[in-house]
């Protein structure tokens, strides 16, 4: 049994990072472990995480495992989950209470947790005091190791734990299995050494590493060869990227690299405000496979609040770069992340937030409750202001940010927009849907035929969270 460790979570050395290739071993006996039965994994949380669920799915198709989308029929049940905020992690516990019935019929069920908030000491120890009915519990590190520790648990009948503690390595050539045949995720990093006052992602990831170029570039030609369209490069700080390399190479070098491959649609999630520089804002401009979007997180509008959340820019810094970046990237749309209800927000300041999305007026964003995270500095700031305070916070921002996120539809009612349509819409099945390169979910009257190209529409119809429109012929 390996449990995780906080303390040992938060430790950062200058300790090289080291690249292992061959640490995803399959042994033959394992490659038959899971004849004849089936899995389930529902994941929980960023992107990454459902890029691990991709790994991990093809680690347990080498097993011979086989994919259901119905728990009720799986042999193995995994839940890949989420820490950043409380109710990712109720919604766990309240599944597993689920599960627990299920188990309780079915004696060889193998249950599982994975995912972020397995890194966490507090949630590990709640399962081994309440929930010792779980069969697996393995961290975001030891993914590659799960044929054997899967193996062990049925070989003992006994609830398996491997959470490693560690800054981490790179592993590359562990096997994928793609959700999607248009689109990919590429991880270039891994980790977060930003350390922003309220947040789990450090303690739970290790720290900030970068994968080589080489790695990535080639990952990119084969989806090319493959057939994909479009990667979204992956990483908690994606404009940070090399500075972790010592070889003279950061993110503006590898869109550059990217782009040059020529997959037609190249995305990149998250830009930490504080490293984006000149150099990427003229190669995100200067190459047409590089899309117009940015997911630029504001947090706050207060200066003081950024400060108490180290997040090292000021209200005056973010505006600033975000016109910066209006004003040189053609068409662009800027999304975000704002957090209301940080210990010591006052109406002053969250009338700042209000004030930072009346300036920049953004697509969309993604807006939360401060959740206090077991372990993370925030967790220990004194909080005097009322959950309902909070809840009246988060509604008028979101009032505001919908208001605006019509505005910036509207400018699309009767242009035309190049969309990659994915796959027929869940709610019309006469209607297709997919993205264009500003990121805008779109429902296309098409045939199916034009799934998996890129096509040009002229939209008809604009609401707040998607647009409709038809093909524009020639
Ligand atoms: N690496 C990204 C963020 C990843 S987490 C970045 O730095 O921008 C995604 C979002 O969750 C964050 O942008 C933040 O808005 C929100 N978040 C993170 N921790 C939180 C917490 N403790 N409470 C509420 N929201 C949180
Ligand atoms: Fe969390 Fe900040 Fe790192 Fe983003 S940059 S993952 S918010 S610590
Ligand atoms: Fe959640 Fe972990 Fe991602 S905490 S947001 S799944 S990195």
């Not at 292992?20 to 992107?47: S, V």
């Not at 309220?198 to 739970?204: L, M």
């Not at 504001?298 to 997040?311: A, C, H, N, W």
């Not at 979910?441 to 609401?463: M, P, Q, S």
Request: hydrophobic letters at 35%; aromatic letters at 8%; glycine letters at 4%.
């Amino acid at each position: 049994m390996l449990t995780p460790n906080l303390k040992e979570a938060r430790i950062r050395t200058k300790n090289k990072v080291s690249v292992k290739e061959h640490e995803y071993i399959l042994n033959d006996n394992l490659k038959t472990l899971g004849k004849d039965k089936k899995y389930y994994i529902k994941t929980y949380g960023c992107q990454m995480n459902e890029h691990d669920t991709e790994n991990i799915k093809a680690i347990l198709e080498d097993m011979s495992f086989l994919e259901t989308d119905s728990m009720d029929e799986a042999d193995l049940i995994l839940l890949n989950t989420c820490a950043i905020r409380e109710n990712a992690h109720n919604k766990v516990f309240g599944y597993l209470g689920r599960i627990k019935h299920l188990k309780m019929t079915k004696p060889n069920l193998i249950v599982g947790m994975c995912g972020c908030m397995a890194q966490e000491e507090s949630v590990v120890d709640e399962i081994l005091n309440k929930y010792k009915w779980l069969d697996i519990v393995f961290g975001t590190h030891n993914i590659h190791n799960l044929p054997n520790i899967l193996n062990t648990s049925i070989a003992q009948k006994s609830l398996e734990v491997e959470v490693l503690s560690i800054e981490g390595d790179v592993l590359e050539n562990i096997p994928v299995k793609r959700e999607n045949k248009y689109k990919a995720w590429v991880n270039i990093m891994y980790g977060c050494d930003k350390f922003c006052t309220y947040c789990i992602v450090p303690y739970t990831r290790g720290k900030q590493r970068s994968r080589e170029p080489k790695y990535i570039i080639d990952e990119v030609k084969k989806l090319v060869n493959d057939g994909y369209l479009e990667i979204t490069l992956l990483g908690q700080n994606v404009n940070a990227y090399g500075k972790d390399l010592n070889i003279n190479y950061n993110m503006a070098n590898l869109l550059e690299d990217v782009a040059k491959t020529g997959i037609k649609r190249i995305r990149f999630v998250t830009s930490h405000p504080w490293d984006f520089t000149d150099e990427m804002i003229d190669i995100i401009s200067k190459h047409d496979n590089i899309m117009p979007y940015i997911h630029l997180p504001l947090q706050s509008g207060s200066t003081k609040i950024l400060k108490l959340m180290g997040r090292r820019y000021t209200k005056d810094m973010y505006i600033a770069l975000f016109n910066k970046i209006k004003n040189k990237i053609p068409n662009v749309s800027i999304t975000t992340d704002i957090i209301v209800g940080f210990p010591n927000e006052t109406e002053e300041d969250f009338s700042e937030t209000l004030e930072v999305v009346n300036t920049c007026k953004f697509d969309s964003a993604f807006t939360f409750i401060f959740s206090p995270r077991i372990g993370t500095p925030a967790h220990r700031m004194k909080d005097d202001i009322k959950l309902e305070e909070k809840e009246q916070r988060l509604h008028k921002l979101n009032e505001l940010i919908n208001k605006y996120s019509k505005e910036a539809n509207l400018k699309y009612l009767d242009k035309i927009v190049p969309v990659l349509i994915e796959g027929i819409s869940e709610k019309d099945e006469n209607m297709l849907v997919g993205y264009t390169d500003t990121m805008k979910l779109v429902n296309v009257k098409a045939n199916k035929e034009y799934i998996g190209k890129i096509i040009n529409v002229k939209i008809t119809e604009v609401k707040t969270w998607s647009m409709n429109g038809i093909i524009e012929e020639g």
